[in-house]
């Protein structure tokens, strides 16, 4: 090792110790992720991770995390000091979806799960390795931009100063020279001495260069920070509005600073005086800008916010960056902000106004505002430290000892955002105790860890699986087209309440599909049902009847006066249905909602007047018996039906969306959440049982291993049969038991999820019209299509499989390209009803990959050749159901959706302290997150408190 890489090694280079990760083996597939080892930081399991071989003998750990359009570029990521893998990824993530990049990265020798010594010569050859991965997994020099950050500027210049043809360079915050940063007096230390060259590199780089510093996300003139020959003057560019511009661009500079000169003009933003994501927020024209108080704090007002203002007493949940008078980085809540001191903890901070618990200065700055407020201000050191008896400043958890010793004579600059103001209803308990814990991390178990988080109790989520969801997932099962993501289980969103997402804080990338149904024939018949209300009814009058067209119109304004009236019953208590119609529905269908609920689904319809069988097989299918053991003319598949049509998304106009990304999204976007208001999800934990007190309280859970985690609420986002196993039978009382017994039935869907190679060609409509981003309904023909229904049904309840079942297909990377992989694959599914939970004469091993055959052979009757576009199926049977998602029986709804209101399972178990937020309770299954909210809203009742959220 030479001077220069000793020096470095002792001075440049700051590798997290211990590691912040370590790198696993998923049980499933044998891929390999990152398994982050600090509290709080968040598992990125969509990232692709490999150990590459560098040729100085180090082995880098190196994450991927892609963007399914082959023509966007790559970064490859080149990340500061004081960082690791586990620390960038969640921002890599968010980068990556935000600019529309896949990003590559990698920790340099002895950093993270790297192998080798720090040095210079070793970080050279990570890059090296790094970009000949890219090279080697198809992408080309023009579809690489290299982005180095602080000391990863280093690799970066070297690389870009060698590799021809690459897309562009970014140097943010780069360094120039190395020692006179570390003593800027040193003006006459000799440029090759530096730790890195950068200075004598960046001439020789060809690429288009961004440069990016400073502390300040401000204007600056583009002439500033563009190489002298590719100057332009006039324009004026944010840093980055400048690097999401440069990067939409195939020219990456050149032909976007008129497009980043728009975008900001278009919206005014004010990102304050730091890096962080997250925080940023639309400057409010209406607030008082600056003011000063009396001890002399100098305030900016950025946003007013909305609610109540909080004062002394209430207990106020916030995010900061504090830096120094000249803008130096001292310490923030928000996670991935350079340069983090390792032993200040990231996430939202929660204190009381006037206990004490805050420097006065802050204190201060924080009386008056709102939720969602942001403010920024300038503390004198009178305010901004406060000596304890032993003379230590305080707070210690604002800033290490040591930085607030060396700048205690100098103001604070502080930047707020308040997340949520208790107004004195905190939930106080032992800063180390456990409040409530959750049982499952599917999408009810999340609301509910929400809404009890933001309660102010201290929460944690316990999931066995490996990543959260639950049946609501994204996943990437083809073995054969490993790039094509799909939503193994739930497939669409439509009923979930958009109040309950309001107050959930959850904004939902969604996807109207329009056209949304597709009803082919084998023969020249069909119906797309859409909002061209005019095409619609021209295709019922040329294909079917004048009435069927005026009774599908009775039918949608009923339904729609239905679904307006049921609407506010999911958020409460469930009542009898024949209570709910006389509480909530208008007097003229009082006794239609009774019947509804009733009734088969077949009654339903038959009010109508429809004259095809088609028409109304089609609806019932759907909307009646999906997910039931039940068919058409079975009572109770009316409640089912009402159920499907409860869909009141924003802009969904009673039809199911497609959610940017797969189910994965929901899920994905609901743990974020959680984990912003303070609780904690621990993936891959098993619990094995419910503790229950001498009392016949539950007092927490049994986890595997025999760890015990004590709290006062225990909610089971489980189906209740798993979650009367894992308290006890005994302790659920005979009369639930029998309940519980009646209603348990087994599965009878089946889903074939497909990666197909390109898109079927319909016998009735050719050409493409739409009809590929609808739900696809093969149905047998007009003429034998209800004998069908009813002889498939009876074929399953008696173990055989049906010749043709009812099949719903769909090819959702027609509206959502997102999950695409490079080839252009496209993922689809086969949603199938019904079929056996055990065959009474084989088994599904024996039987999957014919029967798989002849539903493709089905598809072949409507658009021939679709079997020949299947690269790859992902098959799941009831019994793969079951196992694959943890699910009784392989029963998609946990209990049939013939069971409504307050017939379904209680979400107040016998058990005091005991919760269920399983899709068997009230409303419904499917994904709706009622069930989650339901259970927390009668824990905190039963605690004694308040709710902080309102529904309704």
Not at 399 to 407: C, D, G, K, M, Y
Not at 904 to 916: I, K
């Amino acid at each position: 090792m030479g001077v220069v890489d000793s020096i470095a090694s002792k001075l440049a280079f700051f590798p997290p110790q211990p590691a912040t990760y370590s790198i696993k083996r998923h049980s499933d597939n044998g891929d390999l992720y990152i398994s982050p080892q600090l509290p709080g930081l968040r598992k990125v399991l969509d990232a692709q991770v490999v150990q590459l071989q560098t040729r100085r003998g180090s082995q880098v750990a190196a994450a991927l995390v892609s963007y399914h359009l082959k023509e966007r570029p790559t970064l490859l990521f080149s990340h500061g000091n004081a960082v690791d893998l586990a620390l960038m990824l969640p921002f890599y993530r968010e980068i990556a979806r935000e600019l529309q990049v896949s990003i590559l990265s990698y920790d340099y020798s002895g950093y993270g799960c790297s192998t080798g010594t720090l040095s210079v010569a070793n970080t050279l050859a990570d890059i090296d390795a790094a970009y000949e991965w890219l090279l080697a997994h198809g992408r080309k020099p023009s579809d690489v931009i290299l982005y180095g950050q602080s000391v990863g500027s280093g690799p970066t210049c070297y690389l870009a100063a060698k590799a021809p043809d690459l897309a562009g360079v970014v140097l943010h915050s780069a360094l120039a020279s190395g020692m006179r940063v570390v003593n800027p007096g040193w003006g006459w230390w000799p440029s090759w001495l530096d730790v890195y060259h950068n200075l004598r590199l960046v001439p020789k780089i060809k690429a288009p260069v961004l440069v990016m510093h400073g502390t300040k996300d401000e204007l600056r003139a583009a002439s500033q920070c563009m190489q002298s020959d590719r100057a332009a003057t006039g324009s004026l560019v944010r840093r980055r509005d400048l690097l999401a511009a440069s990067l939409a661009g195939s020219l990456f500079w050149r032909v976007d600073i008129a497009a980043a000169k728009g975008k900001v003009g278009e919206k005014k933003r004010d990102t304050g005086d730091w890096s962080s994501p997250g925080l940023s927020a639309p400057v409010d024209d209406a607030a008082p800008r600056f003011f000063k108080t009396q001890s002399g704090i100098k305030i900016q007002e950025l946003t007013i916010g909305n609610g109540v203002e909080a004062s002394r007493g209430d207990s106020v949940e916030f995010n900061y960056v504090l830096r120094r008078n000249n803008g130096y980085f001292i310490v923030s809540s928000v996670e991935g902000v350079s340069f983090q001191p390792r032993d200040v903890p990231t996430g939202p901070v929660t204190a009381r106004l006037g206990a004490g618990e805050l420097i006065p200065g802050l204190e201060e700055v924080l009386a008056g505002m709102r939720p969602g407020s942001k403010r920024r201000a300038l503390v004198p050191p009178s305010a901004g430290y406060a000596d304890s008896p032993d003379g230590v400043p305080q707070p210690p958890t604002f800033a290490t000892q040591r930085q607030l010793r060396n700048h205690q004579n100098e103001p604070l600059l502080f930047e707020v955002q308040v997340l949520r103001a208790l107004l004195g209803r905190h939930f106080a308990s032992a800063a180390s105790a456990t409040d409530a814990v959750v049982v499952g991390a599917g999408h009810n178990g999340l609301v509910a860890a929400i809404l009890l988080a933001q309660q102010g109790l201290k929460v944690r989520v316990f999931e066995e699986k490996n990543s959260v969801g639950g049946a609501c997932k994204t996943e990437y099962p083809f073995t054969r087209v490993p790039g094509l993501g799909t939503s193994t289980g739930a497939y669409l969103l439509g009923v979930m309440p958009p109040e309950l997402l309001r107050v959930l804080g959850v904004k939902l990338p969604l996807l109207r599909r329009d056209p949304w149904y597709f009803l082919p024939t084998t023969g020249n018949r069909y119906l797309m049902f859409g909002s061209d209300a005019a095409e619609l009814q021209r295709q019922f009058l040329r294909f079917f009847s004048k009435e069927d067209w005026q009774a599908n119109e009775r039918l949608q304004e009923e339904i729609g006066q239905l679904r307006s009236d049921i609407a506010p019953t999911w958020l409460r208590p469930p009542l009898s249905v024949e209570a709910t119609a006389e509480r909530y529905v208008r007097p003229q269908l009082r006794q239609v909602f009774v019947d509804l609920c009733r009734q088969p689904v077949s009654a339903y319809l038959n009010r109508f007047g429809f004259r095809s069988d088609l028409l109304k097989a089609m609806y019932a299918v759907t909307d009646g018996v999906s997910g039931l053991t039940a068919t058409w003319d079975t009572p109770g598949s009316g409640l089912n039906f009402l159920c499907h049509n409860m869909c009141r998304l924003p802009g969904a106009d009673g039809t199911w969306m497609v959610v940017r990304g797969g189910m994965g999204t929901v899920t994905s976007q609901l743990a974020q959440a959680a984990l912003k208001e303070g609780a904690s999800i621990e993936t891959g934990v098993p619990v094995e049982g419910i503790l229950v007190g001498s009392d016949g309280a539950a007092r927490g859970v049994r986890l595997a291993g025999g760890e015990e985690v004590e709290a006062k609420v225990v909610v089971g986002n489980l189906d209740p049969f798993r979650l009367r196993d894992l308290a006890g039978a005994e302790r659920f009382g005979p009369e639930l038991n029998q309940r519980l017994d009646c209603m348990r039935r087994p599965g009878t869907t089946m889903k074939v999820n497909m990666a197909l190679t390109g898109l079927p060609r319909f016998r009735c409509l050719p050409e493409e019209v739409g009809q590929h981003r609808t739900t696809i309904h093969l149905l047998p023909e007009e003429d034998r299509v209800l004998a069908a229904l009813t002889s498939g049904f009876a074929d399953a309840q008696a173990g055989r499989l049906p010749d043709f079942p009812a099949i719903e297909w769909y090819i959702h990377t027609t509206v959502d390209g997102l999950l695409q992989d490079t080839g252009g694959h496209h993922n689809s599914a086969l949603f199938v009803q019904w079929v056996p939970h055990t065959l009474a004469s084989s088994t599904w091993e024996a039987e999957e990959e014919r029967y798989v055959s002849h539903l493709l052979s089905i598809c072949d009757r409507f658009a021939p050749g679709t079997s020949d576009l299947v690269a790859d199926t992902f098959t799941l049977t009831p019994p793969k159901i079951e196992r694959h998602f943890g699910i009784t029986g392989g029963h998609i709804h946990h209990i049939d959706n013939c069971f409504g209101f307050d017939e379904r399972f209680p979400c107040a178990t016998p058990v005091p302290g005991l919760y269920s937020a399983s899709a068997g309770c009230h409303p419904a299954g499917s994904v709706v997150g009622c069930a989650g909210h339901n259970a927390a809203a009668q824990a905190v009742h039963d605690l004694g408190l308040t709710p902080c959220w309102a529904t309704a």
